[in-house]
């Protein structure tokens, strides 16, 4: 029995496996056919040995029992009458009667059922004849009236077609006019333009002169005064240069003069400040000085002086955001580089150069500074030593692509590892973007250096000094300028500039011809292009190609409709669809009452009509004629006459005469006694097989106990150590791979749901970064190598994992997602998606593009991480619905400044603003003006909701003005009501057009006095008849009203149509 249990419990076991994926069935396999071998010898075992000798103490006790019960069944036999006799009326006797009835209540029922089925069938005949009268137009009371409804909706058919054929004729003639009238209106353009140009050529020699003497010539004079001595008056002037310049040469020798005195007081004195001033100025290059010096320089490198830098270092925070500590972070949440970030970058540069650059320049400036004896030349020349000492040091520094004994990675490096709050020594991936600054830096270091030795040494060369005669430079400037000022002034006289400009027309224009007209009309580039060589005969062909063009299009042919000799159109088809709908009425009365086939054969022929198949089924159930068709009646009648027969008939085989030998029998045959044997019987039988029994059971458990104790043992051992290893196989399974990420997946359920019931985004966001780092974090594990997974020897450590290139796209996909959803939650800004967003989105778009998990996942079951892509890709799509404005945190400047004085001119974002605005105000204004009408108090939209359709059968009543309305405006509107919110606006019961005028109304301006006053006496605010509409509470359309207004008086200004492009 125990053999028995085994095997059926292996068997279920092998089931199982069956049950599991293919990678846990290969790792299974192995320790579970272990178990079922050992179980199965153990079986054998016990069939072979034990059974046997079992088997044959069972026939011994057996054969002894038989002999003992032989003896007292004969002696009991006769105890059995009284059991069968209850038995016999209770189990035969009994059921047959009941049968008896059962079979007359069944022949009544049969009976009954054919009359009904007759009655069916009937009433699916009646159904049919009423189908064929529907479809028949000839035959009853009501279809003529309805095939006349038909013809009515034809004939309204017909009549629209009409109408299209006339509408297509007037458009044609219209059409024609039109374009005659414009042949007729390029002629007077022609004969305009060449008049106009003449005139407009005469004017411009006028005005140029105009503009010569009253704008250029007296300025010219002035200048001309100004510069030297008059050349009319032949006197000096106190405002004239050349007077001016004489005073100032003299006053140049005086001062000259005084700043070389040693004395110490007056100018003097303050040369000996310069002095003293530069040589403590020069003591700052020694070494702690100098340190702080290229600290500073390094400073003002980082402080938006070098754009390249700063768009690194903001990349680095960027890409490792999460990583830097806030106290290199700026408190509003952008990447804005910190005052304490730049002086971390410049303390650990300095640091670096120390030793190889910056102490070599104190050994060589020191000694020079002491030698320096309080001269300027000597302190600028120690200073500019020791800029060339470290631009040449720096030099030698790129060049080696180190600072110090340090890479510039290395640098970074050590920068990255004090601002980030993780301890880890593996790179970010953004490194490289800080060690890229800090090459730049030591580049604008470098250049910084240069160029302050190179000005240095150019103060300190003073060989050309000597040279420079500036007084002789000027005077001899002085006269020549005076020659182009007498050929401007000849060059300005009216004759000479008037045909000097009239050449110049006639070049650029074409030169005059006669009536007025320009001769030469090739000049006029942009004209011949529209009239060909001076003719307006092209044009002309080209507006009445347009005539013919049109007339071509509406040939009735071209387009399909050809109307008879009455006007009529259509007719043809509209015939045709009637023959159509005849043919079909044809072929469904076809279907209907097809005699195909006849009554006589065994089946019904396929191709019988619907109505000659329920007359044959009518048939068919008749007795009488020809109901014997398809046989079904003969065959219902045979099987009732056998039920009748079986009731009815007298022989032996009649139910009757069973009932009455088994009575008969039940009280003659059996002996009186039969149940005293039986109890006797049963009694004796009892005891012996009990002792039998417990005799059977102790010899078997001694022979099980002596035999197999030992081989059970030796199974139970094998079964513990498989058990052991298929618990750690199973273990291990779901602790990794696609098992433990569904186990991860499952545990995060309700966070999904924390993030689909968030009713803000900040909570949404903390929700949804939680739940994406779990799973990415999982994944980075599984796809790193080598992992704790492979097989070890016995006393060696586990192997660490490492970053595998599929690990490094996780990596940076995790980093991108935890860089947006924080900027999502820790920013504190007026607008929840701002520039910073759409640039963070866009770095999680580029890194999922590389993002491929079927390339690393188990080769069994990819879909489950494409399944995450794809869910990541979604996220993405989603947020890429946010609108973010082109000048989010931009900060615009409105007027322009010379100095720090603002002026009245605009700058460009200003001009941009103001023109949207323009643009805007006429669109406002009308939208808003009919939005206000419409949904006030009864107004049409007040009752109305934000959708496009009523749910309501009439398609005339079933259109939404107030949804059609905001649709036209652009917005995505719910299609209905009642169904799915499907748009951007709220679709809700209780909000109606009335709920929008009550919100379009609630702000005023009543609080702001100028204001007010200006509107209340605003032209905008008198009605037809010239009285106020309003005295107080001017809402948004007020004020909207009032500025459009003074929209037109601008125009009106300015001679310009309101919607002109000027």
Same mark, same amino acid.
């Given at each position: 029995?125990?053999?028995?249990?085994?095997?059926?419990?292996?068997?279920?076991?092998?089931?199982?496996?069956?049950?599991?994926?293919?990678?846990?069935?290969?790792?299974?396999?192995?320790?579970?056919?272990?178990?079922?071998?050992?179980?199965?010898?153990?079986?054998?075992?016990?069939?072979?040995?034990?059974?046997?000798?079992?088997?044959?103490?069972?026939?011994?006790?057996?054969?002894?029992?038989?002999?003992?019960?032989?003896?007292?069944?004969?002696?009991?036999?006769?105890?059995?009458?009284?059991?069968?006799?209850?038995?016999?009326?209770?189990?035969?006797?009994?059921?047959?009667?009941?049968?008896?009835?059962?079979?007359?209540?069944?022949?009544?029922?049969?009976?009954?059922?054919?009359?009904?089925?007759?009655?069916?069938?009937?009433?699916?005949?009646?159904?049919?004849?009423?189908?064929?009268?529907?479809?028949?137009?000839?035959?009853?009371?009501?279809?003529?009236?309805?095939?006349?409804?038909?013809?009515?909706?034809?004939?309204?058919?017909?009549?629209?077609?009409?109408?299209?054929?006339?509408?297509?004729?007037?458009?044609?003639?219209?059409?024609?006019?039109?374009?005659?009238?414009?042949?007729?209106?390029?002629?007077?353009?022609?004969?305009?333009?060449?008049?106009?140009?003449?005139?407009?050529?005469?004017?411009?020699?006028?005005?140029?002169?105009?503009?010569?003497?009253?704008?250029?010539?007296?300025?010219?004079?002035?200048?001309?005064?100004?510069?030297?001595?008059?050349?009319?008056?032949?006197?000096?002037?106190?405002?004239?240069?050349?007077?001016?310049?004489?005073?100032?040469?003299?006053?140049?020798?005086?001062?000259?003069?005084?700043?070389?005195?040693?004395?110490?007081?007056?100018?003097?004195?303050?040369?000996?400040?310069?002095?003293?001033?530069?040589?403590?100025?020069?003591?700052?290059?020694?070494?702690?000085?100098?340190?702080?010096?290229?600290?500073?320089?390094?400073?003002?490198?980082?402080?938006?002086?070098?754009?390249?830098?700063?768009?690194?270092?903001?990349?680095?925070?960027?890409?490792?955001?999460?990583?830097?500590?806030?106290?290199?972070?700026?408190?509003?949440?952008?990447?804005?580089?910190?005052?304490?970030?730049?002086?971390?970058?410049?303390?650990?540069?300095?640091?670096?150069?120390?030793?190889?650059?910056?102490?070599?320049?104190?050994?060589?400036?020191?000694?020079?500074?002491?030698?320096?004896?309080?001269?300027?030349?000597?302190?600028?020349?120690?200073?500019?030593?020791?800029?060339?000492?470290?631009?040449?040091?720096?030099?030698?520094?790129?060049?080696?692509?180190?600072?110090?004994?340090?890479?510039?990675?290395?640098?970074?490096?050590?920068?990255?590892?004090?601002i980030t709050t993780s301890k880890n020594t593996v790179p970010s991936l953004a490194r490289s973007h800080l060690a890229e600054a800090v090459r730049r830096i030591m580049i604008a270091l470098t250049l910084i250096a240069r160029h302050t030795g190179n000005e240095l040494k150019r103060i300190l060369d003073t060989s050309n000094l000597d040279e420079l005669t500036l007084g002789a430079a000027i005077t001899q400037a002085l006269k020549d300028i005076k020659k182009p000022i007498q050929d401007l002034n000849d060059a300005f006289e009216q004759q000479q500039c008037q045909r000097q400009v009239g050449t110049r027309l006639d070049t650029e224009i074409g030169r005059d011809g006669t009536a007025g007209k320009i001769f030469d009309l090739g000049k006029l580039t942009t004209f011949a292009k529209h009239n060909g060589k001076g003719s307006k005969k092209d044009l002309e062909d080209a507006i009445n190609n347009i005539r013919t063009i049109v007339q071509e299009a509406l040939e009735w042919s071209k387009i399909g409709i050809k109307p008879d000799q009455t006007g009529r159109i259509l007719q043809a088809e509209l015939q045709h669809v009637s023959t159509e709908l005849g043919k079909f009425a044809d072929a469904v009365k076809g279907l209907v009452q097809n005699p195909a086939g006849t009554a006589s054969s065994n089946a019904p022929d396929q191709g019988r009509g619907v109505q000659k198949l329920l007359d044959d089924l009518q048939k068919i159930l008749d007795r009488q004629g020809s109901g014997y068709m398809y046989t079904l009646p003969q065959a219902l009648e045979d099987v009732k006459n056998e039920i009748v027969a079986i009731l009815d008939k007298t022989d032996k085989a009649n139910l009757?005469?069973?009932?009455?030998?088994?009575?008969?029998?039940?009280?003659?045959?059996?002996?009186?006694?039969?149940?005293?044997?039986?109890?006797?019987?049963?009694?004796?039988?009892?005891?012996?097989?009990?002792?039998?029994?417990?005799?059977?059971?102790?010899?078997?458990?001694?022979?099980?106990?002596?035999?197999?104790?030992?081989?059970?043992?030796?199974?139970?051992?094998?079964?513990?150590?498989?058990?052991?290893?298929?618990?750690?196989?199973?273990?291990?399974?779901?602790?990794?791979?696609?098992?433990?990420?569904?186990?991860?997946?499952?545990?995060?359920?309700?966070?999904?749901?924390?993030?689909?019931?968030?009713?803000?985004?900040?909570?949404?966001?903390?929700?949804?970064?939680?739940?994406?780092?779990?799973?990415?974090?999982?994944?980075?594990?599984?796809?790193?190598?080598?992992?704790?997974?492979?097989?070890?020897?016995?006393?060696?450590?586990?192997?660490?994992?490492?970053? $595998?290139?599929? !690990?490094?796209?996780?990596?940076? /996909?995790?980093?991108? #997602?935890? &860089? =947006?959803? %924080?900027?999502?939650?820790?920013?504190?800004?007026?607008? $929840?998606?701002? !520039?910073?967003?759409?640039?963070? /989105?866009?770095?999680? #778009?580029? &890194? =999922?593009? %590389?993002?491929?998990?079927?390339?690393?996942?188990?080769?069994?079951?990819?879909?489950?991480?494409?399944?995450?892509?794809?869910?990541?890709?979604?996220?993405?799509?989603?947020?890429?619905?946010?609108?973010?404005?082109?000048?989010?945190?931009?900060?615009?400047?409105?007027?322009?400044?010379?100095?720090?004085?603002?002026?009245?001119?605009?700058?460009?974002?200003?001009?941009?603003?103001?023109?949207?605005?323009?643009?805007?105000?006429?669109?406002?204004?009308?939208?808003?003006?009919?939005?206000?009408?419409?949904?006030?108090?009864?107004?049409?939209?007040?009752?109305?909701?934000?959708?496009?359709?009523?749910?309501?059968?009439?398609?005339?009543?079933?259109?939404?003005?107030?949804?059609?309305?905001?649709?036209?405006?652009?917005?995505?509107?719910?299609?209905?009501?009642?169904?799915?919110?499907?748009?951007?606006?709220?679709?809700?019961?209780?909000?109606?057009?009335?709920?929008?005028?009550?919100?379009?109304?609630?702000?005023?301006?009543?609080?702001?006095?100028?204001?007010?006053?200006?509107?209340?006496?605003?032209?905008?605010?008198?009605?037809?008849?010239?009285?106020?509409?309003?005295?107080?509470?001017?809402?948004?359309?007020?004020?909207?009203?009032?500025?459009?207004?003074?929209?037109?008086?601008?125009?009106?200004?300015?001679?310009?149509?309101?919607?002109?492009?000027?």
């Open positions: 029995m125990m053999a028995t249990k085994m095997a059926a419990d292996v068997n279920q076991s092998k089931e199982a496996l069956k049950q599991l994926d293919n990678n846990a069935q290969n790792m299974l396999t192995p320790p579970l056919n272990s178990i079922h071998q050992a179980v199965d010898a153990f079986t054998k075992s016990a069939e072979n040995n034990d059974l046997q000798v079992l088997n044959t103490t069972v026939r011994e006790q057996l054969a002894n029992l038989k002999t003992l019960l032989e003896g007292e069944v004969a002696a009991r036999v006769n105890e059995m009458a009284t059991n069968i006799d209850n038995a016999f009326e209770k189990k035969i006797h009994g059921p047959l009667k009941q049968i008896n009835s059962e079979l007359g209540r069944v022949k009544v029922a049969l009976e009954g059922w054919i009359s009904k089925a007759k009655k069916v069938v009937k009433a699916a005949m009646n159904k049919c004849n009423e189908i064929i009268k529907k479809l028949d137009g000839t035959t009853g009371t009501d279809d003529p009236e309805k095939r006349k409804a038909v013809e009515i909706a034809a004939e309204a058919l017909r009549a629209k077609a009409q109408k299209l054929f006339d509408a297509a004729d007037s458009v044609k003639n219209e059409i024609g006019s039109w374009v005659g009238n414009a042949t007729g209106k390029v002629g007077d353009l022609d004969l305009a333009l060449r008049k106009d140009l003449y005139d407009i050529k005469n004017s411009i020699k006028e005005s140029m002169w105009d503009y010569i003497t009253v704008d250029i010539l007296p300025q010219f004079n002035v200048v001309k005064d100004k510069v030297g001595e008059n050349e009319t008056r032949k006197t000096k002037d106190a405002g004239n240069i050349n007077h001016n310049w004489e005073e100032l040469k003299k006053k140049i020798t005086e001062y000259s003069n005084d700043i070389y005195k040693h004395e110490m007081n007056g100018v003097s004195g303050h040369i000996a400040r310069i002095i003293t001033n530069m040589g403590t100025y020069a003591g700052k290059f020694t070494e702690e000085g100098f340190k702080a010096t290229v600290k500073e320089w390094i400073i003002n490198i980082v402080n938006d002086e070098n754009e390249y830098v700063n768009d690194k270092l903001q990349k680095y925070l960027e890409n490792n955001y999460g990583q830097v500590s806030h106290t290199y972070k700026n408190a509003d949440g952008t990447n804005d580089i910190t005052d304490t970030f730049r002086n971390l970058i410049a303390q650990v540069i300095v640091q670096k150069l120390q030793n190889e650059v910056i102490k070599d320049i104190d050994r060589m400036v020191t000694p020079l500074l002491e030698a320096a004896d309080d001269k300027i030349n000597q302190y600028l020349q120690a200073v500019q030593m020791g800029c060339d000492q470290l631009a040449g040091g720096l030099e030698g520094v790129i060049e080696a692509k180190r600072v110090a004994q340090m890479s510039y990675d290395d640098v970074a490096g050590e920068i990255e590892t004090i009757a005469y069973i009932l009455a030998e088994a009575t008969t029998f039940h009280t003659t045959t059996i002996p009186t006694k039969a149940n005293e044997t039986l109890k006797a019987i049963n009694n004796y039988v009892a005891d012996a097989i009990r002792r039998t029994t417990e005799h059977i059971k102790n010899k078997a458990q001694g022979l099980y106990a002596a035999r197999k104790q030992m081989e059970l043992a030796t199974l139970k051992s094998i079964v513990n150590e498989q058990k052991s290893k298929i618990q750690n196989i199973i273990k291990k399974d779901n602790a990794s791979g696609i098992k433990c990420l569904l186990s991860i997946i499952d545990g995060n359920h309700e966070t999904l749901s924390q993030i689909s019931d968030a009713h803000d985004t900040k909570t949404a966001a903390v929700n949804a970064k939680w739940y994406v780092e779990t799973l990415t974090k999982y994944i980075n594990e599984q796809v790193k190598s080598p992992s704790n997974d492979l097989p070890k020897s016995k006393g060696t450590q586990p192997v660490t994992s490492q970053t $595998t290139p599929s !690990s490094q796209l996780v990596t940076r /996909l995790q980093s991108r #997602t935890y &860089a =947006l959803l %924080t900027h999502l939650h820790d920013n504190n800004r007026p607008f $929840t998606f701002d !520039s910073k967003f759409r640039s963070l /989105l866009h770095d999680l #778009t580029s &890194a =999922l593009s %590389t993002f491929n998990p079927a390339a690393f996942a188990n080769p069994h079951h990819p879909q489950l991480l494409d399944a995450l892509k794809a869910g990541m890709k979604g996220l993405v799509k989603e947020m890429e619905k946010a609108y973010v404005n082109r000048y989010d945190s931009r900060k615009i400047k409105w007027e322009e400044l010379k100095g720090k004085q603002a002026t009245d001119e605009l700058t460009d974002d200003a001009t941009r603003c103001a023109k949207v605005f323009m643009s805007c105000l006429p669109m406002l204004l009308n939208d808003l003006s009919k939005v206000k009408e419409r949904c006030g108090h009864k107004g049409e939209w007040s009752t109305k909701h934000l959708h496009i359709d009523h749910e309501v059968q009439d398609a005339r009543k079933r259109k939404n003005p107030l949804g059609t309305f905001f649709r036209d405006c652009g917005y995505n509107v719910p299609t209905s009501q009642t169904s799915k919110q499907d748009g951007e606006l709220r679709c809700k019961y209780e909000l109606k057009g009335s709920d929008i005028y009550a919100k379009l109304v609630e702000h005023t301006i009543d609080g702001v006095p100028d204001i007010l006053k200006h509107i209340t006496d605003c032209e905008s605010n008198y009605d037809e008849h010239g009285k106020k509409k309003k005295e107080s509470t001017f809402d948004v359309v007020d004020l909207l009203s009032w500025l459009h207004t003074h929209f037109h008086d601008y125009y009106t200004g300015l001679s310009l149509r309101p919607f002109s492009r000027q």
